[in-house]
């Protein structure tokens, strides 16, 4: 496997991204903006979804390809920005096509950042969905990605007091195959780095990190490599902090081709990145939610079902990886803020 990168190292893919800060605002939009021909398919675990359109991407529904995926912050609000997303599509003539036009095929996902920055009212736009879908076609293949306070990552936080962000990586396979993740991390958990412990806070907080209650002052239980659950979250929190609502988001995207089924099983697999990176994740307060895209350009051994089966394990495992990756990324590539609704500092390695 190769360094960590991207999801721009799948040909193809481009990202863009758009947010707003001050006078209320702490809100964005990430559009992942894939090549024609791309399908895809996407598995929602956590319990508290935003979604728009995932129907569309089950591998039982007549459409296959994917024109763009918006990731957005507003919670059910931020998902009026897949509609910005879906006009730059049209007016590309992107979508599926039908008498007298196309359907552009934009499915979306959006963390809960609202109040945030201040205003609950501020929240993103279909002009903010077009931007960021006019600012990924604007790029060139193989582009670098904006990570930490960017795009949908400008309002998240992590275990409701922390910076999250965006963060991405990649793997390039032995076949050729790369396997690309980007991630909005927006998590109720803290990360998990080396064999289970979180990391502590880091030097580059530029604002006093609220420390959890649970982490200052909770018992372990015999045999546990750090704070149990019920210690973590039981304790009354700081009045400005928000809600319980959170949210992991990731794409992954590769070059192999894959059909719907196995878009919708690779994406499933890489729900276990989710889990190796925070803890908790998949509660009943986060909607975890992963989209695959495969741009169909590496055709995977098919020769027998031994080396299909082999092919697809593979490159499950590999995404699986690098959402790990990209989640860890998020958080340490995220930078605190202070906004009227409170002070958020960063959770690093360090």
């Known amino acids: 496997m190769g360094a960590m990168g991207a999801i721009t190292d799948v040909p193809g893919i481009r990202v ?5 800060t001050g006078d209320g605002w702490l809100s964005g939009v990430t559009v992942v903006l894939p090549p024609p021909g791309t399908v895809g398919s996407v598995d929602v675990q956590g319990g508290g979804p935003a979604t728009h359109e995932t129907d569309a991407l089950d591998p039982t529904t007549l459409v296959s390809a994917v024109d763009a995926v918006v990731l957005t912050g507003g919670s059910a609000y931020g998902l009026a920005s897949a509609a910005g997303a879906q006009r730059w599509c049209e007016e590309n003539n992107r979508g599926f096509a039908v008498p007298g036009g196309v359907v552009p095929i934009v499915p ?4 809960f950042d609202l109040g945030r920055g201040g205003d609950f009212s501020a929240r993103p736009t279909p002009d903010m969905g077009y931007a960021a879908t006019a600012a990924a076609a604007a790029e060139k293949d193989g582009h670098d990605v904006g990570r930490g306070n960017v795009g949908a990552g400008t309002g998240a936080v992590i275990a409701r007091t922390y910076k999250g962000g965006v963060g991405t990586a990649s793997a390039t396979l032995d076949n050729g195959v ?4 980007i991630a909005v991390v927006n998590a109720l958990g803290l990360p998990v780095v080396d064999g289970g412990q979180a990391p502590r806070p880091s030097a580059r907080s ?7 209650p649970s982490l200052a002052s909770s018992a372990r239980e015999p045999g546990s490599r750090g704070p149990t659950l019920d210690a973590r979250f039981r304790a009354p929190e700081p009045a400005h902090l928000d809600a319980p609502l959170n949210t992991t988001l990731v794409v992954v995207a590769t070059n192999a081709v894959l059909d719907v089924a196995e878009c919708k099983r690779t994406a499933s697999a890489s729900h276990a990145g989710i889990a190796r990176a925070l803890n908790p994740s998949h509660t009943l307060a986060d909607g975890d939610t992963v989209f695959c895209l495969s741009t169909q350009a590496v055709a995977l051994d098919r020769s027998d079902e031994a080396a299909r089966q082999i092919g697809l394990i593979t490159l499950q495992s590999a995404a699986a990886d690098v959402v790990r990756l990209a989640i860890l990324d998020g958080v340490a590539s995220a930078r605190a803020v202070s ?8 959770y690093g390695a360090g």
């Open 178 to 181: 790369v396997v690309g993740a």
């Open 206 to 212: 530029v604002v006093p990190p609220h420390e959890p």
């Open 339 to 346: 906004t009227p609704a409170g002070d958020y500092g960063v």
């Open 108 to 111: 979306a996902a959006a963390i």
């Open 16 to 20: 863009g991204h758009v947010q707003k």
